[in-house]
């Protein structure tokens, strides 16, 4: 029989913390996800996105530190009011056509999703037992991607019947609405210290902070050879989304099937981190032999969905263009209901949306097998959404600066050809167990910890 979790179970705050990413990076997904905000000129999203990850980068990579030291509640309350102040920017952009607030708005909102998404990281990986990080990972995939699959139900739904190629201020309200529902469920969250896993343990050993402590843990990221190695898979991790989203789906498909598509692939999304989380918490193989199964996976099926696209690719060139000028895909914009012509594209977007979950996951799985302690992954989520923002920064600039389709296309297979051979090592070095709770213990005792010592 179902029951729900303990209020201050890991479960119960990792779902939390899944909603609130459900109602807020998720419905920016959405909105994202249909190329240029929504918008037949997609300069100014473009331009937003590279604003955005420019402060990304930097508050990535402090993330871990401002949550460390500020807690997680009013840090992702704050930072959820971000994603509004974005989404209902595009609203100033309908009516004006000037899109400087849009961009400024995309600036803020990297101060915000920084920090939210260190402190989403560390929840979601360092509240559950080892064997069962997978697992969460996977709810928490679930339960944000849901997000998405509504964030494309609003547009095909409201511009269903839109001939236009550009989203109503319909859609913009309705996803400002949800993201500030989003940012109060933020504060619903249990402070770290009093979360406790059903044997009784605290999920943190309480280590006091302060600002010197952490500006020399941030510095020490890029001194550790485990960062180092995974540099590639965090610069590679978002790069694809530019692509997908402007030259794939805002370039061959009308703007109710772009919602549409939005629909299957958030929804393989959830799937797919499912069903890996059968392999990756599987004990009866050692985590390294999972970890090197995942990362093959994952090279074969990127390596195949590249390889459909690179056919689809040499189709066409360009979008519907500003001047008024569609795309020169066979045919025209394609529309979900000529099954000939949709069936075939749509099915490989959604299949983006597998790898995409299949490639984040197993890099959080990766994150989370180096250790246990609360503080260090935070620090290691943190630094894993910055070098990404970066990867996503220069991708964004790419399109915004018109890089060919088939030039965008090839960055994006050479980049995940770099970051599988670093993803392999790390996974070749996995230990069966993350931090040993005796040297960890032994650690705090030379530093004179006594609280901690306690709680360990």
């Not at 937003?48 to 030291?69: H, K, S, W």
């Not at 699959?149 to 989203?167: E, K, Q, R």
């Not at 529309?335 to 597998?354: H, M, N, Q, W």
């Not at 490639?359 to 180096?370: D, E």
Request: hydrophobic share 45%; glycine share 12%; proline share 3%.
């Amino acid at each position: 029989m179902f029951k729900l979790p303990r209020y201050y179970s890991p479960m119960a705050q990792v779902v939390l913390v899944g909603f609130v990413c459900f109602l807020c990076p998720a419905m920016f997904n959405a909105l994202n996800g249909m190329g240029g905000g929504g918008q037949v000129d997609r300069t100014t999203g473009n331009n937003a996105n590279t604003a955005l990850y420019c402060t990304f980068v930097v508050f990535g990579i402090l993330g871990g530190a401002i949550v460390n030291l500020c807690g997680v509640r009013w840090t992702i309350f704050g930072s959820g009011l971000t994603y509004a102040l974005y989404s209902g920017s595009y609203i100033y952009l309908n009516h004006t056509g000037n899109g400087a607030f849009t961009i400024a708005a995309g600036g803020l909102l990297g101060v915000g999703a920084g920090i939210l998404w260190a402190a989403q990281g560390m929840i979601m990986v360092s509240y559950p037992r080892e064997e069962e990080k997978a697992h969460y990972i996977a709810v928490f995939w679930i339960v944000f991607n849901l997000g998405g699959v509504v964030g494309g139900i609003l547009p095909f739904a409201i511009n269903y019947h839109s001939d236009t190629d550009s989203l109503s201020d319909g859609v913009y309200i309705a996803f400002v609405i949800l993201e500030c529902l989003g940012a109060a469920l933020g504060l619903a969250l249990a402070p770290p210290a009093k979360v406790t896993r059903d044997d009784g343990s605290s999920v943190v050993l309480v280590k006091y902070t302060n600002a010197g402590k952490e500006a020399v843990e941030i510095l020490k990221l890029f001194m550790n050879p485990m960062m180092l190695a995974l540099l590639p898979m965090c610069f590679a991790s978002n790069f694809f989304y530019s692509y997908q989203y402007g030259p794939v789906n805002a370039s061959i498909f009308n703007i109710r099937t772009r919602g549409f598509n939005n629909i299957f692939y958030w929804g393989a999304q959830m799937a797919s981190a499912y069903a890996l989380s059968f392999l990756l918490d599987n004990s009866h193989m050692t985590r390294r032999t999972r970890g090197l199964i995942a990362v093959a996976i994952v090279a074969v099926f990127f390596n195949a969905i590249w390889g459909g696209t690179l056919k689809l690719q040499l189709k066409y060139t360009h979008g519907p263009l500003p001047s008024g000028e569609t795309t020169d895909y066979p045919g025209g914009l394609i529309d979900f209901l000529d099954s000939k012509r949709a069936a075939g594209p749509i099915i490989l977007y959604t299949l983006y949306g597998v790898g995409d979950a299949l490639y984040q996951n197993l890099a959080y799985w990766i994150i989370g097998s180096l250790t246990n302690d609360n503080q260090k992954l935070s620090r290691y989520a943190g630094f894993y959404k910055g070098i990404q923002s970066l990867g996503a920064t220069v991708a964004w600039q790419l399109d915004a600066k018109n890089v060919s389709y088939m030039n965008q296309l090839i960055g994006n297979w050479v980049l995940l050809g770099i970051s599988l051979f670093p993803m392999f090592y790390m996974a070749a070095t996995l230990k069966d167990h993350s931090d040993n709770t005796e040297e960890t213990k032994s650690q705090y005792m030379a530093e004179g910890d006594d609280d901690t010592v306690k709680q360990v």
